[in-house]
T-cell receptor
Framework: AAGVIQSPRHLIKEKRETATLKCYPIPRHDTVYWYQQGPGQDPQFLISFYEKMQSDKGSIPDRFSAQQFSDYHSELNMSSLELGDSALYFC????????????????FGPGTRLTVT | AQKITQTQPGMFVQEKEAVTLDCTYDTSDPSYGLFWYKQPSSGEMIFLIYQGSYDQQNATEGRYSLNFQKARKSANLVISASQLGDSAMYFCAMSTGRRALTFGSGTRLQVQP
């Protein structure tokens, strides 16, 4: 079965540089999420898109932006990188059900490990 | 706001034994979903099992079962017949509808031969 694809898998950047992370959700999934997981921490929600429109925002720094394109892939753009941005970045996707009761299963990509030096 | 609490930072279990990982939650939403994810040392986040707040029966998926006690706001994960490959970090999480997941702090499970 198709899974969520993320690229690149590993990225090393220097402080103040920019980075772009890409995510290709599972086909026919209508919602994409971005999470950041620092070392030894649980994943923290950054931003989500439903049918290519931003639907919710979490603790995403102003230096970060994201969008979802017509083919449903999403990109997370990170500028003025700081040492504290070093983390594992996950993209997840889900498919809405017939009703909004409960929650929708989110399937995660393998993550992009960003190291800022 | 939704909150997940996992009080066991680490757990040990012997191979072939069953283990229960604790999870309690708090929310004011009348409907919600509860999830368990496994994160091996390689880093990927693997979906294990889901329980809807209105589901009458506890969810099961192979060796995984979710002990859902709504009145106590608990959603413990039970792994039967532990295997060495079960050694990983386990996260309990919750959400409602298309909202993002709120995660607990995780429990690191180590299966010993």
């Amino acid at each position: 079965a198709a899974g969520v694809i993320q690229s690149p898998r590993h990225l090393i950047k220097e402080k103040r540089e920019t980075a772009t992370l890409k995510c290709y959700p599972i086909p026919r999934h209508d919602t994409v999420y971005w999470y950041q997981q620092g070392p030894g921490q649980d994943p923290q929600f950054l931003i989500s898109f439903y049918e290519k429109m931003q639907s919710d925002k979490g603790s995403i720094p102003d230096r970060f932006s994201a969008q979802q394109f017509s083919d449903y892939h999403s990109e997370l753009n990170m500028s003025s990188l700081e040492l504290g941005d070093s983390a594992l970045y996950f993209c997840a996707s889900s498919k809405s059900g017939a009703n909004l009761q409960g929650g929708y299963e989110q399937y995660f990509g393998p993550g992009t490990r960003l190291t800022v030096t | 706001a939704q909150k997940i609490t996992q009080t066991q930072p680490g757990m040990f279990v012997q191979e072939k034994e069953a283990v229960t990982l604790d999870c309690t939650y708090d929310t004011s939403d009348p409907s919600y979903g509860l999830f368990w994810y496994k994160q091996p040392s390689s880093g990927e986040m693997i979906f294990l099992i889901y329980q809807g707040s209105y589901d009458q029966q506890n969810a099961t998926e192979g060796r995984y079962s979710l002990n859902f006690q709504k009145a106590r706001k608990s959603a413990n994960l039970v792994i039967s017949a532990s295997q060495l490959g079960d050694s990983a970090m386990y996260f309990c999480a919750m959400s409602t509808g298309r909202r993002a997941l709120t995660f607990g702090s995780g429990t690191r499970l180590q299966v010993q031969p």
